[in-house]
């Protein structure tokens, strides 16, 4: 019941902020996504002590034999957790902020969470396609109403690409049901007699569609363009959460369904990713839009991440979860800043900023804290999860291991230029003027910077909270 | 079978309504009250085949399905008719009449679902087309309303002929009109009955706007009078898809024809799809878009026939349903909109932000978005398609046509929701026009979450 809750909470408050004016829409935004927060960590009580409990099936659509199935497994915890910790930070760092038509924005944001909670939660295939589409129908619009001048078409970019995908998939959903005997449910699914010739083919099917949401090389064209576009919380949303769609359904629905399919394609799959791993980050490098920066930077990891998938090892798949949490953390952190420098100096050209470090030293300090972490030095959050993905990348082709490690490098080189850039150097009349973090943000940057140094010095508890679920992975005959 | 009376009886009623009442705007009530009657009647059907099927002289079978269908077909002319009456009264002088011709096409309609025999076929064709003829030139001084009924008429005489050859060859064939007695998917093929059930392809390909036999449907869509467009586009084009899966689902299903007419039917299909949608994405005005966007979804439908299965029947129920209520909604929008070209609609959501929502509701549905009814429709047609086998190149391809279509359905968004203009409507917008426009907008979503709710009548 816990996890339809979850889910029932943002939908039903983000129907009613539709309709109200004010500031009313940011308060009760705020106050639904701290209960979303508080029945999380219940849940994940629940999980340690009865995790059977979190399970909710109640016949749907008799016709088609589809239920309502919901539950949590470790994943699905930790992400549902780094949404209910995401969601709230976001209402913080804009709660100054008034947006126009203010009760159809954070409507609109409390609607994608109740999408995205749905989609980590779904066990039952046609359900998780809803919830699918649910998520990505508000961000469209948050996008191209909130958004930049080139906003509009942009936005349809991005979503034309993800529709594509996803009505794909639905057509593997279909084909996988109709081959299972009238069943949407994941045991169903994952027991499935599939030849290794369809699953060949359903492969692409469905990797087409998670692949344009994390996004993977060539797929990740709408990306650098909507993140640029899009108003920061929305961003934040997007490559914090949205993304991890994408490698959820992988882990989730991709590997365990077609696992023949998989291993077919296994090597296909990590080299895209390691292409898009160099390839974004060069353009990072030499991107002067700080907004653009991140969303190239952005591409590289996630890229990593779906190399690590495909490597399909206990402990790349452990490092793959982990940061799965941790970059959602970490980039949502970069965003709030990105977002406070911005709204500040009135520009993200990096050739425009410079000396903040002297003017606003408390933004300086944790814009570093954040970009160490985004970089994984030891002891930052980051680390563990790329030692784990890096070392089992390795177990399976030392030379995709070799080729992805330049990007540490490049990581490296493009964030601290983006520092060199945006805090140090000589100040100009913008950066002077600059007002250093408010209460607000230095609370939700905080808790950013708490969560980085907490998981860098003790990442067991997530580690716990996901060996399950990689154990389980692993357990698949890949073959 | 009450439903057929009682539509055909009001037909006549209300010719009369126009020689004893005065108030033309009245005359809409009556219409309406009919569209309950014949709800009512058809409800007394459903009792009647609880337990089966009732047959009438070998002519006329009604049938859980048909009763559904004729209880689609009459609540969306319900819908019709409170959204888009008030129309009626510009398109011309003769309200009572219109009133009356669609009430004719009404009970053609319930024919469609329920024939037993290849005349009735042909009497619910004509009584289906004939009124629309007329329909579609009742604006006389318009030269474009003029072209549209000639050229709809004409088409549609030339095609009655291929329909009576067709049923001609047919019937020299297997020496019956009785669809259930023609055994045609078993046994040897004969080369007549084959022509045959080309030449009822055809004409009846043409009948729903299936490429190549489409042609006419923008021309006559766009020159007709908006208000009939609407009817023309959806409810009627439903009752044609039914007849064509009735026909060829009970006669010609199994054995060698069926290879043969699937193939065609599969390659009508992909035409359909493919000129559709791409052509739908250059239109300049909404009313044409919607036109091409017509054939785009008879390409969605033609799905059921091919597949010609248990859940090809619940998909097409559905998609009538979600789909005419999707589309009258749209066009009751327009009709009270000045222009009808997609800047007409910029800035509709800041003056009057309820009819965007709503506008938005149907257009989603017709994009096929979760959680409305027509990704339900189009899920159901899909996957009894895939279910049939074999045709997995053809899914594949209509959800890439799928995807090419919310292009066109979503730029009617950006204009309402993200260009800055000032959509003026021609006529203040009442708050009953807007109440019933939420109720449309309310049973999309709920089909969308529980199309049990219409399935379970099947």
Not at chain 1, 121 to 141: G, K, Q, S
Not at chain 1, 309 to 324: D, L, R
Not at chain 2, 203 to 224: I, N, Q, R
Request: glycine share 8%.
């Amino acid at each position: 019941m816990l996890t339809v809750l979850l889910i029932l909470i943002p939908l039903i408050t983000g129907l009613i902020t539709f309709g109200t004016k004010g500031p009313g829409a940011k308060v009760l935004s705020l106050l639904s996504s701290l209960a979303s927060l508080v029945i999380t960590v219940i849940a994940w009580t629940q999980f340690e002590t009865a995790p059977d409990a979190l399970q909710f099936t109640v016949d749907w659509i008799p016709q088609l034999g589809t239920q309502f199935n919901v539950g949590m497994d470790g994943m699905g915890l930790m992400l549902c957790l780094l949404t209910t910790i995401s969601f709230p930070l976001i209402f913080i760092t804009i709660f100054s902020r008034d947006y126009e038509r203010a009760g159809a924005f954070y409507g609109l944001m409390l609607l994608s969470q109740a999408g995205l909670i749905g989609v980590f939660t779904a066990y039952d295939a046609l359900v998780f396609y809803m919830f699918w589409e649910l998520a990505l129908i508000p961000v469209y619009f948050l996008c191209s109403m909130w958004g930049g001048e080139r906003a509009v078409p942009v936005t349809f970019k991005f979503f034309v690409y993800t529709f594509t995908g996803s009505l794909l998939m639905l057509v593997g959903i279909i084909y996988i049901y109709s081959q299972t005997g009238g069943s949407f449910s994941w045991a169903i699914f994952t027991s499935n007699q599939l030849s290794a010739a369809e699953q060949s083919w359903l492969f692409w099917l469905f990797f087409v569609a998670f692949a344009i949401k994390m996004p993977v090389f060539p797929f990740h064209t709408w990306q650098p363009d909507t993140y640029e576009q899009s108003p920061t919380p929305v961003t934040m949303v997007l490559s914090g959460i949205m993304v991890k769609m994408g490698l959820f359904a992988v882990i989730r629905w991709l590997l365990p369904v077609l696992p023949k399919g998989a291993y077919m394609w296994q090597e296909a799959a990590i080299v895209l990713s390691v292409i898009g791993i160099i390839y974004a980050s060069c353009i990072a490098i030499m991107q002067s839009d700080l907004k653009r920066l991140i969303a190239y930077s952005s591409i590289a990891h996630i890229g990593l991440m779906s190399a690590a998938i495909f490597a399909n090892n206990e402990q790349s798949m452990q490092g793959v979860m982990v940061q799965m949490f941790n970059h959602g953390i970490n980039i949502i952190g970069l965003w709030m800043l990105v977002e406070v420098i911005q709204n500040r100096i009135n520009t993200k050209n990096l050739n425009e900023m410079g000396g903040i470090a002297t003017y606003a030293p408390k933004l300086a300090i944790t814009l570093v804290i954040v970009s160490f972490a985004n970089i994984a030095l030891p002891l930052t959050n980051g680390f563990i999860g790329e030692f784990l993905m890096f070392s089992g990348l390795f177990q399976y082709n030392p030379w995709f291991a070799a080729v992805a490690g330049v990007a540490v490098i490049l990581a490296a080189v493009y964030m601290l230029r983006m520092l060199q850039k945006v805090i140090f150097g000589e100040a100009n009349a913008q950066t002077a003027a600059i007002v250093d973090l408010k209460a607000g943000e230095t609370f939700a940057i905080g808790v950013v910077i708490a969560v980085i140094f907490v998981l860098g010095f003790y990442p067991k508890p997530l580690l716990e909270l996901v060996n399950t679920t990689s154990l389980l992975v692993n357990a698949i005959n890949f073959k | 079978m009450n439903a057929l009376i009682s539509t055909a009886v009001f037909g006549i009623v209300l010719m009369f309504t126009g020689l004893f009442v005065k108030n033309r705007q009245h005359i809409k009530y009556y219409a309406v009250a009919g569209t309950i009657i014949a709800f009512i009647a058809n409800w007394f059907d459903a009792q009647l085949v609880t337990n089966g099927t009732v047959i009438l002289h070998n002519m006329v079978e009604v049938s859980k399905f048909s009763v559904l269908f004729n209880a689609v077909a009459i609540a969306t002319t319900f819908l019709y008719f409170v959204l888009c009456g008030s129309a009626f009264e510009k398109a011309g002088d003769d309200v009572a009449d219109y009133f009356a011709l669609v009430f004719f096409i009404l009970s053609g309609i319930t024919l469609s679902g329920s024939f037993n025999n290849l005349l009735m076929l042909f009497l619910a064709i004509e009584i289906i087309s004939i009124p629309q003829y007329i329909l579609a030139g009742v604006d006389k001084k318009n030269l474009k309303s003029n072209e549209a009924s000639l050229k709809y008429f004409l088409m549609g005489s030339f095609t009655t002929g291929i329909l009576l050859m067709g049923i001609a060859l047919v019937y020299g064939a297997t020496g019956t009109f009785n669809i259930r007695e023609m055994g045609l998917g078993t046994g040897d093929l004969s080369p007549l009955a084959l022509c045959g059930v080309i030449l009822l392809g055809f004409a009846l390909a043409f009948k729903v706007s299936a490429a190549p036999f489409h042609f006419w449907t923008p021309d006559v869509y766009d020159g007709s009078p908006s208000v009939f467009t609407a009817f023309m586009a959806t409810v009627v084009k439903a009752a044609s898809f039914i007849a064509f899966m009735r026909l060829f689902h009970v006669s010609f299903a199994g054995g060698n024809l069926s290879a043969h007419w699937q193939l065609i039917i599969a390659l009508i299909t992909a035409t359909t799809l493919l000129i559709g949608n791409f052509t739908a994405v250059f239109q300049q005005s909404v009313k044409r878009m919607l036109a091409y966007s017509s054939i785009a979804q008879a390409g969605f439908m033609l799905f059921a026939v091919v597949a010609m299965n248990e859940m090809a029947m619940q998909g097409i129920i559905l998609y009538a349903a979600a789909y005419s209520i999707a589309t009258i909604g749209i066009f009751a929008i327009m009709l009270k909109l000045k222009d009808y070209t997609f800047e007409g609609y910029n800035g509709l959501a800041r003056k009057h932000p309820l009819l965007a929502v709503v506008n938005t509701i149907f257009l989603l549905s017709l994009a096929g978005i979760p959680l409305t009814a027509g990704f339900f429709a189009k899920y159901f047609v899909l996957s009894a398609a895939v279910q049939q086998g074999q045709l997995l190149w053809l899914v594949i391809l209509a959800v890439l046509c799928a995807a090419v279509s919310a292009y066109y359905y979503f730029r009617v968004i950006i204009a309402m929701y993200f260009k800055t203009g000032d959509a003026e409507t021609s006529e203040p917008i009442t708050t009953g026009f807007k109440s019933v426009l939420v109720v449309g907008a309310a049973v999309i979503i709920l089909l969308g979450m529980f199309p049990n709710l219409l399935l379970q009548f099947l």
